[in-house]
């Protein structure tokens, strides 16, 4: 239901944008959101986002993560800028999805994309 991109290494400063599309059958998508892991930890939100366009950060992001979603492709951004080794982890994207078909609506995780940042 979820598909993520856009991870990779990257140098310490520098920025990277993560997508994460949500596909199948999808009568409309509420919070969109971004988590990440490292090991050993428990996953954290980075980012959300929800239907109506109000976002919410971690504290550890703000100022330099941007969230966004574009609704006509079901597809929600996670924007990177000033990144940090300590920002390294897998993240992953999540979507709470109402089905066209039942109307329930389900949270989906995406696969996870690796971030990594040499310092």
């Known amino acids: 239901q979820l598909q993520a991109s856009g991870g990779g290494l990257v140098q310490s400063g520098r920025s990277l ?3 994460c599309a949500a596909f199948g059958s999808i009568f409309s998508i509420h919070t969109m959101g971004w988590y990440r892991q490292v090991p050993g930890k428990q ?4 980012a959300g986002i929800t ?3 109000v976002t919410q950060y971690a504290d550890s992001v703000k100022g330099r993560f941007t969230i966004s979603r574009d ?3 079901n597809t929600v951004y ?4 000033s990144l940090k080794p300590e920002d390294a982890a897998v993240y992953y ?3 709470d999805i109402r089905d066209r078909v039942t109307m329930t ?3 989906y ?3 996870g994309t690796l971030v990594t940042v040499s310092s």
């Open 17 to 19: 944008r993560l997508s």
């Open 43 to 46: 996953r954290e939100l980075v």
């Open 51 to 53: 239907d109506g366009s």
């Open 71 to 73: 609704n006509a492709k």
């Open 78 to 81: 996670l924007q990177m800028t």
């Open 93 to 95: 994207c999540r979507a």
């Open 105 to 107: 609506v389900n949270g």
């Open 109 to 111: 995780w995406g696969q």
